[in-house]
């Protein structure tokens, strides 16, 4: 009997290597080179769609703690990254050819792992690893469809998301609407007619991010998720009586009404990170942390993640998954890549490396693992499953989703060396105490 992984890009490449060094046949499909996305151009596996850059380089940071967690516990892409990188200041960057190349010789050489060329358009029986990624085909979307209903999504139409301990409390307040609610579930940056203009002006004129022939927006999914620049363009006063209305909140500072007012709603049930309701945006992203730093509070906000508009298909996985990566209804079938809602080529992989692991597990009659909350890893297989997590948007590496230092270092880049320092640490525990 073989373990079935559906798509061979970066999720699925990863976990095929895990699950054939742990001596198990694996069944890899990919429609390629037969069919392609609109994104996917090589008839190769692994492939990168856009980008070169793997995000930073350094360990003590938070795309960089993910890439030296991968390293720890033997990813195959990272090894192929490592050999493949090119200059590039800071980032982890590759040559994609080399790359792709080191990558598909160690799936195609595996005396474990067989690649079926084929479109799937049924989820297989058996232990199954769904990684068809962002772009998956029609026919299978409509088989997990089937499987999820309205749970399944094709377009990301996220808004920025800030990290709490950088938002100025002496400007912004915390309070619900006509006091519904509680007290700390959303945060109020309240502004007066003057900053509202200003604001308002830098909104409308801000350069957007261009938008490919893919992402051809559904009228309908759309309708509810306009960017927050296209709305405005609507007229002068509609986001003030849209997502910026200041009804049922009064400031405490001045004892009225402000004008208009920015809510951040908690993102997680820890309450490290808020997301700016409302703010779906298209803009680029220097522009949205230019424009977003105007708000009252947000001056010297850190974005987490900034808002996105494009063709994504994912699952909403904290109703779906567990931190293990398998479908809380059927421990058979995992899912791993962007369509579990983690964001980014090294998230991708490293759910492909949870699921790989944990796919061999439950083969070998053995108890699936999750990482410690502490790595960047298990932080994010707790996010994408966290049930208090309720309107889900995809996320990538972040410090945001890592639970708060007991001793906060005051500069950033060391409180950024003790995140990295007690990631390595609890991981390196881990891998001993688990035989990893
Ligand atoms: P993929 O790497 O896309 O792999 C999925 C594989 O499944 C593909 O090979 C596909 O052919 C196959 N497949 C799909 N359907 C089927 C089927 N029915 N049967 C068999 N095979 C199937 N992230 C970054 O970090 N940096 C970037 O610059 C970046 N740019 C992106 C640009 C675009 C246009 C998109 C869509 C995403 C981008 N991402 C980027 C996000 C994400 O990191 C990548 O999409 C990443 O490749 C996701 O990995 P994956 O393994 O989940 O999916």
């Not at 809380?328 to 980014?344: C, D, P």
């Not at 960047?376 to 945001?400: C, H, W």
Request: charged share 25%; net charge neutral; aromatic share 8%.
């Amino acid at each position: 009997m073989s373990i079935n992984i559906i798509g061979g890009g970066l999720a699925g490449c990863e976990a095929a290597y895990q699950v054939a060094k742990r001596g198990i046949k694996v069944n890899l499909y990919d429609m390629k080179p037969n069919k392609k996305s609109p994104a996917h151009h090589s008839d190769k596996l692994c492939e990168l769609v856009c980008s070169n850059s793997l995000k930073a380089a350094r360990k003590e940071s938070a795309a960089g703690m993910l890439k030296e967690e991968m390293r720890m516990l033997d990813s195959l892409l990272m090894k192929c990254a490592d050999k493949s990188k090119v200059p590039a200041g800071g980032a982890l960057a590759v040559d994609r050819e080399i790359f792709s190349n080191l990558v598909n010789e160690e799936i195609n050489n595996n005396p474990n792992i067989t690649v079926i060329n084929e479109e799937v358009t049924e989820i297989p029986d058996g232990i199954t690893i769904m990684a068809s990624g962002p772009l998956t085909s029609d026919l299978l979307s409509d088989k997990i469809k089937t499987m999820f209903g309205d749970s399944l999504s094709f377009y990301d139409a996220a808004a920025p998301i800030v990290k709490f301990d950088t938002v100025d409390m002496n400007k912004a307040f915390f309070a619900s609407r006509y006091d519904k609610g509680d007290g700390d579930d959303y945060i109020n940056c309240p502004m007066n007619k003057e900053e509202y203009d200003n604001f308002y002006e830098a909104l409308v004129s801000a350069e957007r991010a261009p938008v490919h022939d893919f992402d051809v927006m559904n009228p309908k999914v759309y309708e509810g998720c306009m960017p927050i620049e296209v709305m405005a363009q609507r007229g002068h006063d509609t986001i003030r009586f849209g997502p910026m209305k200041p009804v049922g909140l009064k400031d405490p500072r001045t004892g009225h009404r402000p004008w208009a007012v920015v809510q951040l709603r908690k993102e997680n049930s820890a309450g490290i990170m808020y997301n700016l309701v409302g703010f779906q945006t298209n803009l680029k992203f220097p522009e949205q942390k230019r424009v977003f730093s105007m708000i009252p509070g947000l001056e010297n906000a850190e974005f987490v993640r900034y808002g996105v508009m494009h063709r994504n298909t994912f699952i909403d996985s904290p109703r779906i998954l567990n931190s293990d990566y398998s479908v809380r209804e059927n421990k058979n079938l995992f899912f791993a890549g962007q369509i579990t809602g983690v964001e980014g080529y090294m998230e991708s992989a490293s759910s492909g490396l949870m699921a790989g692991i944990n796919a061999a597990m439950r083969y070998i009659g053995e108890q699936t693992v999750t990482l410690p909350e502490y790595t960047m890893i298990g932080s994010l297989s707790r996010y994408i499953s966290d049930e208090t997590v309720s309107k889900f948007q995809p996320m990538g590496a972040n410090l945001g989703v890592l639970p708060e230092l007991e001793q906060r270092p005051r500069d950033k880049k060391e409180r950024a060396k003790a995140y990295s320092d007690r990631s390595f640490a609890k991981l390196t525990e881990f891998i001993n105490s688990r035989g990893l």
